[in-house]
């Protein structure tokens, strides 16, 4: 299980550990908090510079994400 801290979350860096769409490195580019929750989390792919917003508690699994860039 990744460890996060929701504040250092923004601009933190993501390995997809099955690429999504051919893309494996994303940036968390937007982030939206109310006190320490997370209540939008927008990923962009570094390539493609695509973004989706996602669910922020799945970057906690390591099955699915690895922080970091690898």
Same mark, same amino acid.
């Given at each position: 299980m990744n460890k996060i801290n $929701?504040? /250092?979350l923004?601009?933190?860096k *993501?390995?997809?550990v099955n $690429?999504? /769409?051919k893309? /494996?490195?994303f940036l968390v580019t937007e982030l939206e908090l109310e006190g320490n929750d997370v209540v939008h989390c927008l990923l962009e792919a570094v390539m493609s510079k695509r973004a989706q917003a996602?669910? *922020?508690n799945d970057l906690k699994d390591q099955k699915k994400w690895l922080l970091? *860039? /690898?």
């Open positions: $929701p504040k /250092k923004l601009n933190s *993501w390995t997809a $690429p999504i /769409k893309e /494996k490195h996602i669910d *922020w970091g *860039w /690898k």
